[in-house]
């Protein structure tokens, strides 16, 4: 076996079970907190969620101040108020409670908060010069895998970019995982926003950037979502949703100490465009992108279908990629993912800019195979005339 040479290693300590959350005040002690800023969307506050985060701030006598303009796609003027806001109320910790779009918001507003200037001046590879403001990340769903990734992604409202931030000084310190959050997710979401989380687990596998580590992760990952989410959509229980939890936490190491392929960079600048749904976005392209991927390494995508439960006994390398290929499209369709043609606002007349932007995507060069402008907007045009 030979091997480039890799580092690994995580910033973010990791706790995971039922009722976690309740530590989030010992642990905002623990980093030192004096005055928190609670990160949360409408929805995760009305439904509950961030109760039991406020009660355990509480009882450790440790104040807090909620910024609640979070929405999908977080823009970059949320995150400049937010940071407003902080700067204003002395914050000197983060919390934030739900999906990826409060995460990644709380990440860039740690930023700001250290360095300064706009979210613009911080997007690149490792440009950040200091650790940010401590984050505690609580995820509410099983999907962007936020709570451990080093990397935010946010929209610049001016240019319809998807601006990313990534540097391990941005990822949260800590992440407090509750598997039991998922059981009263809506199916909707929890199908969409599994299928992003399967996403990162097969592109963290084959994209270019995988190292032996990540591949464990990766393909742990892909067990679990294969064996958890449809379940977990139809009928969810402590199990599934355990799964699903474990899946996505999971599927976020891989991917980002890896990194994706050209389903995200599809999805993003689907995101970019049309505000899609980040998971809605990524899973409408898992098939027709890994299919187009099975050339640059057929035995590598035989282990991919291997590890979504597909038997592969017998079968040619390329006849069990395929295989592969033909579960993760029976998947997506079990839970319900909606056809590219089907989403609102989506025009073909867009189609070569989309592309365009795609092609500029930071993981386009980690594709596992080298993909153009061109050959986006083939497989974008092969998306949208999907059956
Ligand atoms: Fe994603």
Known sequence: ?????????????????????????KKARELGATKVLLVADKGVIGAGLTAPVEESL???????????????NPRDYHCEEGYRLAKKEGVDCLVAVGGGSSMDTAKVIGTLLTHGKAVQDWCGFQLL????????????TAGTGSEVTPFAVVTDTKTHVKLNIFDPKAAAKTALVDPTVLLRLPSHIMAATGVDAMTHAVESYTCKLANPHTEAYSLYAIDLISKNLRK?????DLESCTGMMLGSTIAGIAFGYSDVGAVHCIAEALGGRYDTPHGVACAVGLPA???FNIPADPEKHAELAKALGVNISGMSSEAAAMAGVEELRKLCKDVGIPKLRDIRGVNPKDFPSIAEAAEKNVSTPSNPREVSAKDFLFLINKIYNED
């Not at 890799?6 to 039922?18: A, K, N, R």
């Not at 200091?130 to 995820?139: G, K, Q, S």
């Not at 977990?232 to 969810?236: D, S, Y």
Request: aromatic share 10%.
């Open 1 to 25: 076996m030979s091997l480039k040479n890799y580092e690994f290693s995580l910033p973010t300590s990791i706790f995971f079970g039922e009722g976690i959350s309740k530590e989030t005040g």
């Open 58 to 72: 509480k009882r450790e006598g440790i104040p807090y101040t909620v910024y609640d303009q979070i929405v999908p």
């Open 129 to 140: 010069e200091r650790e940010v403001t401590p984050l505690i990340a609580i995820p509410t």
């Open 232 to 236: 977990a959509v139809a009928h969810p």
């Open 289 to 291: 992108v890994t299919e």
